[in-house]
């Protein structure tokens, strides 16, 4: 009988750039960093890459923790971190390299189940697409953005060929041995999750692993990491009394525990895996790599429209369930919000199956699912172009800014914009920024006026008036304001040549005057001031 360990962090940073210039704001509340991605980084994700602990020969090792959990790094997160960090994110991918222990996560990390149907197929198929691209396979995992499933997404993930999932044990409604006559309610025989379950469906199968409650909260939040032999002696207890079968034991946590929730956390972590668990002979492994030695002998029915932080299924994310509430604010706003963002989308997905099949050679939306690596790494985009637009618009701006609307109408459903309790904190202002940029592009590009409708249905929580109005509609940055800074900027230093979030700037001199040529770098669209 062999006892094994996996450990999983779900690294994930929500998209914080302005949409109109694609540069990071300034947030105050992430001091002394400049914004939360920076600050983040700080504690967290460059402490795991470089942990540095006292090994038991009394000497100073530097641990690389990728190396030894499972993990997934959000799309949004990868992008900045190997634009700002290459060194840390280098460090990342020798880890999968080493021991394929990365898995993959829908692209905008929405809540898949409330997804209208092509926005859950995309989210899945750029999720992959993103995945393949940085770690040079396919992924065999995919992370859940707060677990949230049902069975239309165990039936998607499954035709795009992923092999495992990971959830909690209340997600489980029932289970059944493999080839067995007899199935049990979790009420009648309780979640053994030492072991690995199995889901079967018309279109094949999908493995899943149930996180280790206790030791999760043991990590996340009793700071158990502060005593790493205590925590492998919880560990060691949780696996029970020995069997003749090999079991293995798995522990969810969000990545930032590891630094950021937890100062020093990373260094308790690499304790823990290095050395307090092999001592106590319990292995250190992946799925991937368990999946493999062991079989699978079980079989398991899930919950419809659950997740990991709201039990009351996924009404967190379109409801006022009570979770996430704080004192200042009620959750009524939930609802709107979720309404004209559904409303807005409902709008995208009809204009595009109206008008756009003429710019693909092959199915719109098979088009569509296919842009994945674009986003996450523009230079993919002739590619794109190449392999799905048909010759009279290769390489044409009009095809590059319906992509764009479609990529920010995934952004609208990002889970953060529901998860807290205010319409007016960060998360909610962004979710409605990428509408806002929605709802201006289409009106630029096909005359069709979409503000009216989205603000009946938004406008339906009166707080939301203002946030529309007075923040998010002030997010805006004028292309001619963004030209005098560029022009101020060459004045003061000399740069005629530069690039400043999603732009390309020149300064050129035209008889007596400067003018600034600018350049989106994701749609080619050209402007002279």
């Given amino acids: 009988m062999k006892r094994t360990l996996i450990i999983h962090g779900h690294f994930y940073q929500p998209p914080r750039e302005n949409p109109w210039t694609g540069m990071l704001e300034r947030q105050e509340s992430a001091f002394p960093a400049n914004n939360w991605n920076e600050r983040i980084f700080n504690e967290c994700y460059l ?21 030894y959990i499972s993990f997934n790094i959000g799309p949004t997160l990868a992008s900045w971190i190997a634009e700002t960090h290459i060194d840390t994110f280098r460090k990342i991918l020798q880890a999968d390299w080493k021991n394929n222990n990365a898995i993959a ?15 859950r197929k995309i989210q899945i198929a750029w999720g992959i697409q993103e995945f393949q691209m940085r770690y040079k396979r396919y992924p065999e995992g995919m992370w859940l953005p707060e677990c949230a499933v049902n069975g239309d997404v165990v039936r998607d993930l499954i035709k795009s060929g992923i092999k495992f999932i990971v959830l ?3 997600q489980a409604e029932s289970v059944k041995r493999m080839f067995g006559k007899h199935t049990y309610t979790t009420q009648e025989k309780p979640l053994d999750i030492r072991q690995p379950y199995r889901i079967f469906m018309e279109e094949g199968y999908i493995d899943v692993f149930f996180s280790h409650h206790e030791l999760a909260v043991d990590i996340s939040f009793r700071k158990m990491l502060d005593n790493p032999a205590a925590l492998a002696d919880n560990i060691e207890k949780a696996f029970g009394t020995k069997t003749s079968e090999n079991m293995v034991l798995t522990i969810v946590t969000d990545g930032e525990t590891f630094g950021h929730h937890h100062k020093g956390a990373e260094k308790g972590l690499a304790r823990l895996l290095k050395y307090e668990l092999p001592a106590r002979g319990i292995e250190i492994s992946t799925y991937s790599k368990y999946l493999q030695e062991n079989s699978v002998k079980w079989m398991v029915n899930l919950r419809e429209n659950s997740s990991w932080s709201c039990p009351h299924g996924v009404k967190r ?40 099949p003429k710019y693909f050679k092959v199915p719109l939306w098979e088009a569509v699912r296919n842009y994945g690596q674009v986003p996450a790494n523009y230079s993919k985009l002739q590619e794109f172009h190449n392999n799905y637009v048909n010759d009279g618009y290769k390489g044409s701006v009009e095809v590059n ?64 008036v203002y946030i529309w109005n007075a923040v998010v509609k002030n997010r ?19 740069i005629r040549r530069n690039m400043w979030g999603n732009w390309y700037y ?24």
């Fill in 476 to 494: 805006r940055v004028p292309l001619e304001k963004m030209a005098e800074d560029f022009l101020a900027g060459y004045r003061q230093t000399g």
């Fill in 317 to 356: 994310w379109h409801d006022d369930c009570g979770c996430g509430a704080d004192e200042k604010s009620d959750l009524k706003w939930r609802a709107p919000l979720r309404n004209s963002l559904n409303w807005l989308a409902d709008r995208v997905i009809e204009l595009f199956d109206e008008r756009c």
């Fill in 168 to 170: 909690t044990p209340e």
């Fill in 47 to 67: 402490h795991n890459a470089r942990a540095v602990i006292t090994n038991p020969s009394g000497e100073n090792e530097e641990i690389n923790n990728y190396e």
């Fill in 401 to 464: 800014k319906i992509m764009e609307i479609i990529n920010y109408t995934c952004y609208m459903f990002t889970s953060c914009g529901w998860f807290f309790g205010s319409i007016s904190r960060l998360e909610p202002v962004q979710n409605l920024s990428y509408a806002l940029i929605v709802i201006d592009t289409v009106q630029e590009m096909w005359g069709v006026e979409l503000m009216t409708g989205f603000c009946d249905i938004l406008y339906a929580y009166p707080e939301a």
């Fill in 506 to 529: 020149e300064v050129i001199r035209e008889g007596s005057e400067d003018r600034v040529l600018m350049e989106n770098s994701r749609t080619g669209q050209t402007f002279k001031f």
């Fill in 105 to 119: 996560l829908p692209y905008n990390h929405t809540i898949l189940p409330l997804d209208k149907e092509h926005i």
